[in-house]
């Protein structure tokens, strides 16, 4: 039954191709997904030769093509707005979201395969079809969720490491700890001490990084039960998949709470190379710095209020709605204390985005989630009616390009329904789930030979004298 509807899917998804040449190569690859090989190495082995010439013949054929101009706002505003970074497993189109190597979430959800019927897609579906551009079949997630319980073991000197921090240490501060402590194992680092010949750096980078996506849920539940549960730790359950067994190893062996960590693994992966975390990555990485080293600086990026945190954020400013002004608060108080909370210098926030220009579809399949699961609970109908109260208060003010819900705007109510409320923790989570999206792409970078990032900057005075010549 999965087959034939994947099959009906895909042939919609090939008929929009021809309508949307955008999307054309992106379908190209879903459609040669006919190989029942189980093993996810050798698939890549296969691609990788194919996608080197076709970089080959893009930089030969289109190297000098410009891609647009770059203005001084551009300079100072973030780089926003300014295209400059390869990266192949997603693209965020202003309009309609994420797309996951030409899917978008619903497509997603209803292709890839998922622990029940008609369950939340499994991340490491989402994980194969990063690397290789196709759906997988069931039998090649399972594979997959196998593999990764085999790689998933975790030396004790990284429970060391963490425990000689502080208890009340941040637990981003824990998680990245832990993930420098695991560097010590690292494949590719050895490999390059050694003298490995750069066509097959891809290689170990490939070994490191699924060990990485492995291990992390195992160091971020240490973390969390060290903190919040007394270091009481609950090992690995063997049966269950990758989001299950984090949510397992959490405590949480609710089957629902089970499949809200599937679709928060799989919509937190990725969200193109632009975003701080993403970048970080890719940059370090650059440098020829392991996967280990990269994601540690990326989770140091998510760390940021601006970035990951922001996820943390919005709980707590939900809870301080229902503490000043209760559960059942009316649109009209709850628009008063929005514009209080502008007021004061503050953001509302769960609201507005450095690239979407709509609703966040992260955003909308959590609201769905909660409508299936949840429908009643007292947190949910609040966000319902900051969706109805804030954007237009949001347009209003004029200030603001997207006034619409992010992802952050829903994810924590869901978590805190379920029993997860320590809301300092939730980037820990976003971090396990962009490790994903990270790593696929860092084993592209190595393949593809990409080369280190090294852009140009300038001093104001620069600018200044730019922009008078120009003016003349």
Same mark, same amino acid.
């Given at each position: 039954?999965?087959?034939?509807?994947?099959?009906?899917?895909?042939?919609?998804?090939?008929?929009?191709?021809?309508?949307?040449?955008?999307?054309?190569?992106?379908?190209?690859?879903?459609?040669?997904?006919?190989?029942?090989?189980? @093993?996810?190495?050798? /698939?890549?082995?296969?691609? !990788?030769?194919?996608?080197?010439?076709?970089?080959?013949?893009?930089?030969?054929?289109?190297?000098?093509?410009?891609?647009?101009? !770059?203005?001084? @706002?551009?300079?100072?505003? #973030?780089?926003?707005?300014?295209?400059?970074?390869?990266?192949?497993?997603?693209?965020?189109?202003?309009?309609?979201? !994420?797309?996951?190597?030409?899917?978008?979430?619903?497509?997603? =959800?209803?292709?890839?395969?998922?622990?029940?019927?008609?369950?939340?897609?499994?991340?490491?579906?989402?994980?194969?079809?990063?690397?290789?551009?196709?759906?997988?079949?069931?039998? =090649?997630?399972?594979?997959?969720?196998?593999?990764?319980?085999?790689?998933?073991?975790?030396?004790?000197?990284?429970?060391?490491? !963490?425990?000689?921090?502080?208890?009340?240490?941040?637990?981003?501060?824990?998680?990245?700890?832990?993930?420098?402590?695991?560097?010590? =194992?690292?494949?590719?680092?050895?490999?390059?001490?050694?003298?490995?010949?750069?066509?097959?750096?891809?290689?170990?980078?490939?070994?490191?990084?699924?060990?990485?996506?492995?291990?992390?849920?195992?160091?971020?539940?240490?973390?969390?039960?060290?903190?919040?549960?007394?270091? /009481?730790?609950?090992?690995?359950?063997?049966?269950?998949?990758? #989001?299950?067994?984090?949510? /397992?190893?959490? #405590?949480?062996?609710?089957?629902?709470?089970?499949?809200?960590?599937?679709?928060?693994?799989?919509?937190?992966?990725?969200?193109?190379?632009?975003?701080?975390?993403?970048?970080?990555?890719?940059?370090?990485?650059?440098?020829?710095?392991?996967?280990?080293?990269?994601?540690?600086?990326?989770?140091?990026?998510?760390?940021? $209020?601006?970035?990951?945190?922001?996820?943390?954020?919005?709980?707590?400013?939900?809870?301080?709605?229902?503490?000043?002004?209760?559960?059942?608060?009316?649109?009209?108080?709850?628009?008063?204390?929005?514009?209080?909370?502008?007021?004061?210098?503050?953001?509302?926030?769960?609201?507005?985005?450095?690239?979407?220009?709509?609703?966040?579809?992260?955003?909308?399949? /959590?609201?769905?989630?909660?409508?299936?699961?949840? $429908?009643?609970?007292?947190?949910?109908?609040?966000?319902?009616?900051?969706?109805?109260?804030?954007?237009?208060?949001?347009?209003?003010?004029?200030?603001?390009? +997207?006034?619409?819900?992010?992802?952050?705007?829903?994810?924590?109510?869901?978590? +805190?329904?379920?029993?997860?409320?320590?809301?300092?923790?939730?980037?820990?989570?976003?971090?396990?789930?962009?490790?994903?999206?990270?790593?696929?792409?860092?084993?592209?970078?190595?393949?593809?030979?990409?080369?280190?990032?090294?852009?140009?900057?300038?001093?104001?005075?620069?600018?200044? +004298?730019?922009?008078?010549?120009?003016?003349?």
């Amino acid at each position: 039954m999965v087959f034939y509807r994947s099959v009906s899917l895909l042939s919609k998804l090939r008929s929009r191709a021809v309508q949307q040449p955008g999307l054309r190569n992106s379908v190209r690859w879903l459609q040669v997904q006919t190989s029942s090989d189980i @093993d996810l190495h050798s /698939q890549l082995k296969e691609l !990788i030769p194919e996608q080197q010439e076709r970089l080959k013949k893009l930089k030969s054929e289109h190297g000098k093509v410009q891609l647009g101009n !770059i203005t001084v @706002d551009m300079v100072l505003g #973030g780089m926003r707005g300014m295209t400059g970074l390869l990266w192949e497993t997603s693209l965020l189109d202003p309009e309609e979201g !994420i797309r996951f190597r030409g899917l978008s979430i619903p497509e997603c =959800q209803k292709l890839l395969p998922a622990a029940k019927p008609d369950g939340e897609p499994l991340p490491e579906g989402l994980l194969w079809l990063l690397l290789t551009g196709k759906v997988p079949t069931k039998e =090649q997630v399972d594979a997959l969720s196998k593999e990764l319980r085999n790689r998933a073991t975790v030396p004790d000197h990284v429970y060391k490491t !963490i425990d000689a921090l502080p208890v009340t240490a941040h637990p981003m501060t824990q998680f990245a700890t832990g993930v420098m402590a695991l560097q010590v =194992q690292s494949e590719f680092q050895k490999a390059y001490e050694k003298g490995i010949h750069k066509s097959k750096y891809w290689e170990p980078t490939y070994e490191d990084s699924l060990s990485l996506i492995a291990q992390l849920p195992i160091v971020a539940s240490y973390v969390y039960r060290r903190i919040y549960k007394n270091g /009481q730790v609950i090992p690995m359950d063997h049966s269950l998949d990758y #989001g299950g067994n984090f949510a /397992q190893m959490l #405590g949480f062996d609710n089957p629902s709470m089970q499949e809200l960590m599937r679709l928060y693994v799989t919509i937190h992966s990725d969200h193109e190379g632009g975003n701080v975390s993403a970048h970080t990555g890719h940059l370090v990485a650059s440098a020829l710095s392991d996967p280990y080293l990269s994601f540690a600086a990326a989770l140091n990026g998510l760390a940021g $209020p601006l970035h990951g945190l922001a996820n943390q954020e919005v709980l707590l400013w939900i809870k301080s709605v229902v503490e000043e002004c209760g559960e059942n608060v009316s649109k009209e108080h709850l628009k008063d204390y929005v514009w209080k909370t502008l007021n004061s210098g503050k953001v509302v926030p769960g609201f507005g985005h450095g690239v979407l220009r709509k609703t966040d579809p992260r955003y909308t399949c /959590q609201r769905e989630f909660a409508l299936k699961h949840l $429908p009643d609970d007292p947190l949910f109908k609040l966000v319902s009616n900051l969706y109805q109260v804030v954007p237009p208060i949001l347009l209003e003010l004029g200030k603001v390009k +997207n006034p619409w819900p992010n992802v952050d705007a829903h994810s924590g109510v869901l978590l +805190n329904h379920y029993g997860l409320t320590e809301a300092r923790y939730y980037t820990v989570l976003f971090g396990v789930s962009r490790a994903i999206g990270i790593c696929a792409q860092l084993i592209w970078d190595r393949a593809l030979g990409l080369p280190l990032e090294r852009p140009k900057s300038v001093t104001m005075e620069w600018l200044e +004298n730019y922009c008078k010549k120009a003016a003349t």
